[in-house]
């Protein structure tokens, strides 16, 4: 596609319940990167995607959280037993395998875990 | 541990005047740094990237200049138009390995016509 794209845009969910939001890359983009934005914030690594392999899951806050990217594309970050702390915009960058190492985001799906 | 830091966290300006958001980073090792606008509700749009052996870059009404011993990079917008009212984050990547951004807070700019 011509940027990437992230589903659903909104989310409200109750405290406990689990939750999936969905990222498509630009097309061709080996590299993928979940991020997470409170309100007032800058937004916080929280995973890095080379191909279909995590090459950094150092952000995940718990075990909670999970994400993967099965065929090297599409990627799906999901948090399980959600709670009101989980409430962010979470967003989805790719890059293209390059030495300048610049990111293009999503518009982030903003959860709200109520 | 890198840490980055954008001052001031909000400006409000009238239309025409020009602007210069700071940004500075703890540790001087960065392999590039990367200015971003943010709307209201939206996601990042990358505005300028500035590779570790470079000095600035240079996109428009827009100047980014990187010093990279001092720790400080500078955004300039000149001639500022309410167009420009956005939030304004700069992040650094400290190796080309790891490729992980690490955020400023950003300086909410509002300008006014």
């Known amino acids: 596609g011509a940027g990437v794209s992230q589903t659903p845009s909104n989310k409200v969910t109750e405290k406990g319940k689990y939750v999936e939001l969905r990222c498509d890359p630009i097309?061709?983009?080996?590299?993928l990167y979940w991020y997470r934005q409170s309100l007032g914030q800058g937004p916080e690594f929280l995973i890095y995607f080379q191909g279909t392999g995590a090459a950094d899951d150092s952000g995940l806050p718990n075990d909670r959280f999970f994400a993967v990217r099965p065929e090297g594309s599409v990627s799906t970050l999901k948090i399980q037993r959600t709670e009101r702390g989980d409430s962010a915009v979470y967003l989805c960058?790719?890059?293209?395998?390059?030495?300048?190492?610049?990111?293009?985001f999503g518009e982030g799906s903003r959860l709200t875990v109520l | 541990k890198q840490e980055v830091t954008q001052i001031p966290a909000a400006l409000s300006v009238p239309e025409g005047e020009n602007l210069v958001l700071n940004c500075s980073f703890t540790?001087?090792?960065?392999?590039?740094l990367q200015w971003f606008r943010q709307d209201p509700g939206k996601g990042l749009t990358s505005l300028l990237l500035i590779q570790s052996s470079q000095r600035e870059q240079t996109s428009g009404r827009l100047n980014a200049s990187l010093d990279k011993s001092s720790g400080r990079s500078t955004l300039y917008i000149a001639a500022s138009q309410p167009g420009d009212s956005a939030t304004y984050l700069c992040a650094v990547i400290q190796s080309y390995n790891t490729d992980k951004l690490i955020f400023g807070t950003g300086t909410r700019l509002q300008v006014f016509p």
């Open positions: 097309s061709g983009h080996t590299a």
């Open positions: 960058a790719s890059s293209s395998d390059s030495n300048t190492g610049e990111l293009f």
């Open positions: 540790d001087s090792a960065i392999y590039n």
